[in-house]
């Protein structure tokens, strides 16, 4: 990959793909719409239970696991990433989120979120277990009703189209828990209109700063 750091707007730093001319995050602040979008639409938005399990299509810097660590809302959460590119060293250690956030101690989790090992859980910190694979999300299995929460971070539609189809929406549904929930930043007519086709209740909410909407799936 031809990948580079950039700077965005809320001082966090984020990667720019030059390959897919595409970033990782809005250029208004990687962070607020990390919040935005996955924690406060999304796991903030869910029911209170004491074990969560959360599945994220597009781990690439770890922010979304990061702030939902911080963000902790039950005893124990399992945390599924799925990553077909993970990003070098180079470039996560580049990445400043612990020091934007004002929390310098999560320094040591973040970087354990990308050196612990790959398909196997690993508890990151007191009952948050990560499992981290390197496959696209239409490698990946999982049993029925699993997931509580699905943070849908992949690159735009029109980066990779491929990946915002009926097929994977329909894949993921299977794997959710009845009324769990999917977020995604992106809210194109075309998205919502999968999302809907494969089973999902679809709410257009308002989007984080520089964006107008986003979406919320219900299943």
């Known amino acids: 990959m031809q990948l580079k750091i950039i700077h965005t707007d809320d001082g966090s730093n984020s990667v720019y793909n030059e390959k897919l001319n595409e970033i990782y995050h809005s250029r208004h602040g990687a962070i607020q719409e990390s919040l935005h979008v996955f924690i406060n639409a999304g796991l903030k938005y869910i029911k209170p239970t004491k074990n969560l399990s959360i599945l994220e299509i597009g781990f690439g810097t770890g922010l979304n696991a990061l702030l939902t660590l911080q963000h902790k809302v039950c005893d124990r959460i399992r945390y599924t990433a799925l990553e077909p590119e993970p990003l070098p060293n180079e470039i996560i250690r580049h990445l400043n989120y612990p020091t934007v956030l004002g929390k310098p101690e999560l320094n040591r989790i973040f970087q354990l979120l990308h050196s612990c090992p790959w398909n196997q859980s690993f508890e990151i910190d007191t009952g948050f277990f990560l499992e981290k694979h390197q496959k696209k999300v239409q490698e990946f299995e999982a049993p029925f009703d699993q997931y509580h929460l699905v943070y849908f971070d992949a690159f735009a539609p029109s980066v990779q189209p491929e990946l915002w189809t009926l097929a994977v929406f329909s894949q993921i549904y299977h794997v959710m828990h009845p009324q769990a929930i999917l977020v995604t930043y992106s809210a194109v ?27 919320r799936a219900i299943k």
């Open 189 to 215: 007519g075309a998205v919502r209109r999968s999302l809907q086709s494969a089973g999902f209740t679809v709410e257009r909410l308002q989007g984080p700063k520089g964006k107008r909407e986003m979406l």
